[in-house]
Every structure is written in C-alpha cells, then in structure tokens.
Antibody, heavy 118, light 107 residues
C-alpha cells in the first residue's frame, strides 16, 4: 500500500524558516517524481514544487521560487521542503504527492499545516 | 502559465442526477489533464488522468473526455458520496496548474 506521510508543519513568524518532511513507502521511491501542493484555508489547490526521480531537477511555482528548496534522500525514501523567508500568504496545508510533470498526482498524504503569523 | 477555468463554480443536483463539469485551458494541454475529488478535511483523490483514463479503484460512473483546451468530467448518476469539490489540473507545461474548482452540492 502506498503511503505518503508529511511532517514538520507548525506556527512560524513572518520571515522565519521551516522544513517539511515527506516519508514515502509502498512503492519504488526512485521511480517516481514527487511534488508538493498547498491549499490555503478555504481556497483551492496550488502546485508548489516538483522534483525528478533522480533529484537533479526541481521546479517551483513563481510564488516560492528563491525561497523554497525541494530535495530528496533516496536512502531514506524521504523528501524535504526547506522553506525560508516565510510570508503570511504561505499559510496553508502542504500536501506531499506522488507524481508531477511526468504523470498525475496519483497518491497524496494527509497534509501538514503551516501557519505564518506573528 | 496555463490558466484552467472551471465551470460552473457550484453545481446543485440531487442524488441520481447526472453531473457535467467543465474545464477550459487558456492554451492547449494536449490530453495531459487530470481530475481530482476533494472532500472536506481530506486530501484530494485522483479520479481521471490523461483526460479520459480512470484511476485505480474509481467507479465507472466517473468519466472524462476532451483534448486540447476543452475538457469535461461526467458523473453519470450521483451517489451521496460524490458531493464534493472537483479540480482539474494540467501537466502539459510548467508551472503545473489547477483550476479553481467546482463544488457539487446537494440540491
């Protein structure tokens, strides 16, 4: 069974940093691109970032480019989203999803809430 | 950036009725269009990928059609569990984008 489990969310002050993790299991991790998608309270879905199977290429939404860094550790089947210079409009549930670019988002975690507020 | 416009924003129907949801792209996305269902407090779930292929475990009452810029998600006969928000998403070009969603509510 495919499982994707996010962690690391919480309350952070504007300008602060946070690192989200996503632990994946139940599939061959190195065969799939992975992505982050976020959802602000009461709003729709917004793609944030994707990473290729080998971790060499990453793609970012303009809204986070230069502030967020997406990486993957194949030895741990884990992904990381390093977020810095956080702003109030980064407040959202962050979902980790299997797929992106080369395929649809076919499995999702339950999300982790990031709140940026003073 | 490819903009996806979903219509209507809200669809009020009764169980057993047919639902037709539209997604229009600002430029061609070929057939790289997916549909997701999201219920309150839950993660989205993939329903349809590449415009017309049902994802694993998705009931046959869900079907997708279209190519290029115009796409449709059809639910042939609404079940109580189908009342939710539906999103389309394209993977033809970076950045990946989602439509604004259509809420299917009970009439």
């Amino acid at each position: 069974e495919v499982q994707v489990l996010e962690s690391g969310g919480g309350l952070v002050q504007p300008g602060g940093s946070l690192r989200l993790s996503c632990a994946a299991s139940g599939f061959t991790f190195s065969n799939y691109a992975m992505s982050w998608v976020r959802q602000a309270p009461g709003k729709g879905l917004e793609w944030v970032s994707s990473i290729t199977t080998d971790g060499i290429s990453t793609y970012y939404a303009d809204s986070v480019k230069g502030r967020f860094t997406f990486s993957r550790d194949k030895s741990k089947n884990t992904l990381y989203l390093q977020m810095s210079s956080l702003r109030a409009d980064d407040t959202a549930i962050y979902f980790c999803a299997k797929g992106g670019g080369g395929g649809p988002f076919d499995d999702w975690g339950q999300g982790t809430l990031v709140t940026v507020s003073s | 950036e490819i903009v996806l416009t979903q219509s209507p924003a809200t669809l009020s129907l009764s169980p057993g009725e047919r639902a037709t949801l539209s997604c229009r792209a600002s430029q061609s996305v070929r057939n790289y269009l997916a549909w997701y269902q999201q219920k309150p407090g839950q993660a989205p779930r993939l329903l349809i990928y590449d415009a017309s292929y049902r994802a694993t475990g998705i009931p046959a009452r869900f079907s997708g059609s279209g190519s290029g810029t115009d796409f449709t998600l059809t639910i042939s006969s609404l079940e109580p569990e189908d009342f939710a928000v539906y999103y389309c998403q394209q993977r033809s070009n970076w950045p990946l984008t989602f439509g604004g969603g259509t809420k299917v509510e009970i009439k």
